[in-house]
């Protein structure tokens, strides 16, 4: 993670959180079991590496991924991969993809990882429900005080910093790209909710677990940039600003008796792809731990967003897994 980033996202809170995860000397720790478990213990999908290139994946792919449905014979080896070279992910909450708004927000039931290490400890990665973005009165207006408001301005604001571009051009371009359609964060958010983004935001794809002394180290398989899924008018228009939009999906983790919500916005290229090409790059989960906010979120004045039309059509065809 960059300087630049490192200090936006590590607040004095998250930095409490942290504490109880990354203080230990370090020291070797293996995985003895991963089992999938929570209220919804059959909702998942395993993909290992070892397809078949122009079939499983691009052929220019270095390694494929094919999926193993639901079978976790060889869990523990997709686990046991690297930020730079993951051997596969497991996919938690696989039907979110297929579920509408009014649909999510009555589902209350998670799919979880659990992996236990050689040092007797355990950590539990889950998917997230409906309540745990938008709180338990399912606010789902932009500006509330959720997880859902604070990981889509961090993603906005992160994206933007990472590419060094002028926020006040790109809207400029972008107002004028769209004939004045998004004219602040909260009509691109609203349009971000309405396309079925968030839930496709709560599906995470653990891609390596491991464990340092007291360091847990994790990865999100996802997309490089996720504007490669936008029609080519974005594209070009992205290209001319040097945009790309880099955003991991959200996770639930627990550990040592504490429960944090997890993403970040940096991490390296993998060498896998799937058919689609997604799972070209793992984000960093070591260990950027983010706590929801308690403060309501002001919405800024004068802000539209490339950064998060690019999520609307992400949200039509977001990293499909299959």
Request: hydrophobic letters at 40%; aromatic letters at 10%; glycine letters at 10%.
């Amino acid at each position: 993670m960059t300087g630049t980033i490192k200090k936006f996202l590590l607040s004095a809170s998250m930095v409490a959180g942290m504490s109880a995860i990354a203080i230990a000397p370090a020291s070797a720790i293996s995985i003895t079991s991963a089992t999938v478990t929570g209220t919804a213990p059959t909702d998942f999908e395993v993909w290992d590496v070892g397809g078949t290139p122009g079939i499983d994946c691009p052929i220019a792919a270095t390694s494929c991924l094919k999926s193993s449905g639901t079978n976790v014979s060889n869990l523990i080896n997709v686990l046991d991969g690297t930020l730079a070279s993951p051997g596969g992910n497991i996919e938690l909450f696989k039907s979110s993809e297929q579920l509408n708004l009014a649909n999510f927000l009555a589902y209350d039931k998670v799919t979880s990882l659990k992996t236990d290490f050689s040092d007797g400890t355990s950590v539990t990665f889950s998917s997230l429900t409906a309540k745990d973005l938008f709180g338990a009165g399912l606010d789902t207006s932009y500006g509330a005080s959720t997880v859902a408001t604070q990981w889509f301005n961090d993603a906005f604001d992160a994206n933007l910093q990472a590419n060094n571009i002028n926020e006040n051009l790109l809207f400029t371009g972008l107002s004028l790209l769209t004939q004045g359609q998004f004219s602040n964060r909260a009509d691109l958010y609203n349009a971000f909710l309405g396309a079925g983004g968030f839930q496709r935001a709560v599906d995470p794809n653990l891609a390596f677990v491991n464990k340092d002394g007291n360091n847990v180290k994790y990865g999100l398989a996802g997309h490089s940039d996720l504007l490669f899924y936008a029609p080519p008018k974005l594209k070009t228009a992205a290209a001319q600003f040097g945009l790309t939009l880099r955003a991991s999906e959200l996770v639930k983790l627990s550990f040592d008796g504490k429960n944090e919500i997890a993403y970040s916005f940096t991490g390296a290229k993998s060498n896998v792809a799937s058919k689609d090409g997604s799972f070209n790059f793992t984000y960093d989960g070591d260990p950027k731990l983010v706590p929801p906010t308690t403060e309501k979120v002001p919405e800024p004045s004068a802000v539209l967003g490339l950064v998060a039309v690019g999520g609307l059509f992400v949200a039509t065809r977001k990293l499909k897994k299959s």
